[in-house]
């Protein structure tokens, strides 16, 4: 079921948005509490040789929106889910394969979320990413928060 | 003079970015104080039709950068230039052709910017950009920190 849920959103992604195909982003891993996107170099390098700025940037902020896309839909909640705003620290430059891994940001909790989505049928949420270097530090982060929008809300709203 | 610098600089982004191509991205305008950025919305789309959010992160990341560049060369110095960290706002959905402007922050100048570079062959700026939607409101803005490095104090450092 979960297998299923991340190809079919994995397809998704690929179809849909011609730069995450110009990315070749695969998503490596997803369990309820995390979700890892994987890209190659090649593809997403910059003049410098390294990852390019814009791809990390990215794939961290779809390392969370697929993170945050799974668990609604495992929970059978049609959703728009869209990125309000985020923080990037770029720390140090990215050499090979770029590893984006999401997580809960700190004082936010998946049972608080779906309360307020079960109540007004919107709800918000903080998330973390990184993106480690070839030793494991932690060369890019991202501080996002998503908002997620019932789709029968939003057209009977509409 | 400048023209030469600016066609330089776009063919430099294409030729060394794999996605700076996948966007389409050009160099629509420069002047001293503010550079734009333009790609269309077709290769820079996402599931829901409109600009998915990592072109608009790419772009304007990119509009400050090339910013920050073409003002260094102009000036005859040989830096490279690199982001630290940026505060994205995600304001609306931007449904045409993504036009990416950058200018200077508040409170900080060329002057002190070159000043800084010339005494210590390092040197930091604040830079801002927007894209505006269809009926020219900021749809989404970019708040980003840049360090420009001198190439021979790189070398000599290494």
Redesign the interface.
Known sequence: MTEALIHALER??LA?????R??QLQIAAYQPDGLTLLAPL???????GCA????L???L??SCWALVVLRLRAAGEDC?V?????????LAPVWGEIRAESRLAEGESWDGFFAMLGSRSKSRLRILAGVADGSGKLATTLDARFVALRREAKSSAA
Chains 1, 2 share one sequence.
Do not use: H, W
């Not at 849909?16 to 995450?20: E, R």
């Open positions: 998704e992604i849909d948005i011609p730069l995450a110009a990315m090649a593809p997403n390098i910059n003049d410098k390019f700025g814009g791809s940037a990215s794939l902020t779809l728009d869209y990125v309000q705003d985020s923080q990037l620290r770029y």
